[in-house]
């Protein structure tokens, strides 16, 4: 069998006397789009604070591409090929559209080259800010490169993060709630975007979005009150009871396949 790209098995943790995540097991493989769902409160956050290094789980592995991740610090994910984005922008307002998204490359110029303009920094910075551009362009919004991030519409700011997150060209692209706050058109080009990134790396969605993720991911894991309830293709999700009994309270078969959101 292929080594997969994410392999979390048997995640627990906890705050204080709160257990955030239960035992928790996962599989992402190569050129997978796996989402994660659950109500409020799931633990869907907590499990990618604890990939990316930002939270310490009291037991369970998790490894990347065969190795293992736990210990590896957050600063070091763009070295080893993860790229997370998170819940809120986190865009520099001083800065250029440009010079947010050059800020996510995964090698840059050293600081005393830079600080001496040496011909080799001066390269580098070339080399980043034509990458930069490249991955404007594969994402629609080049012409706003000179643009503030607070001069543009929400949906854009949204585009620049994952631009900033591509610029580390990651096998494991993280996404934690891509579509909040999107119109339909614009998750519409969300899923076509995601679509597009599968093939060249694996992507994990975690959104409160049910029918984008049900129309994007080949797999789906989804998490209540910090346990894996159901785990499958869309369609073993959208029939499953528990699922309907986290979201709704109660036993509801669902019309058209759809959970809602």
Same mark, same amino acid.
């Given at each position: ?12 943790? #906890?705050?204080?006397?709160?257990? %955030? ?15 994660? +769902? !659950?109500?409020?409160? %799931? !633990? ?37 090929? +993860?790229?997370?984005?998170?819940? &809120?922008?986190? *865009?520099?307002? !001083? ?12 090698? #840059? ?22 990458? %930069? ?32 997150? *591509? ?22 080009? *969300?899923?076509?975007?995601?679509? #597009? ?41 959208? &029939? ?17 396949? &759809?959970?809602?959101?």
């Amino acid at each position: 069998m292929e080594q997969p790209t994410l392999d979390v098995a048997n995640l627990t943790v #906890r705050f204080g006397g709160v257990l %955030a995540l239960d035992h928790v097991s996962l599989r992402v493989d190569a050129n997978e789009i796996h989402g994660i +769902i !659950g109500p409020n409160g %799931a !633990g869907k956050t907590t499990l990618f604070n604890a990939v990316c290094g930002f939270v310490r789980p009291q037991t369970g592995t998790i490894r990347y591409r065969g190795e293992p991740l736990l210990g590896t610090a957050p600063h070091q994910l763009a070295k080893v090929g +993860i790229a997370r984005t998170l819940q &809120g922008l986190g *865009l520099w307002p !001083g800065l250029t559209v440009l010079e947010n998204v050059m800020a996510g490359a995964r090698l #840059r110029p050293h600081f005393v080259a830079s600080l001496l303009a040496m011909p080799r920094a001066d390269r580098q910075e070339r080399q980043v800010r034509d990458q %930069a551009v490249q991955v404007l362009d594969e994402l629609g919004i080049a012409s706003v490169a000179d643009t503030r991030p607070a001069a543009l519409p929400y949906g854009v700011q949204k585009r620049v993060i994952i631009a900033r997150a *591509l610029m580390a060209a990651p096998e494991l692209l993280l996404l934690d709630e891509p579509a909040s706050g999107l119109s339909v058109g614009e998750i519409e080009r *969300l899923a076509e975007l995601v679509g #597009r990134l599968r093939r060249r790396m694996s992507v994990v969605v975690v959104e409160h979005h049910v029918d984008l993720v049900m129309a994007i991911s080949q797999r789906i894991t989804v998490l209540n009150f910090g346990q894996v309830i159901a785990s499958g293709t869309p369609d073993d999700i959208k &029939g499953n009871r528990a699922v309907s009994l986290a979201y709704l309270g109660e036993d509801v078969k669902t019309a058209e396949g &759809g959970l809602g959101a």
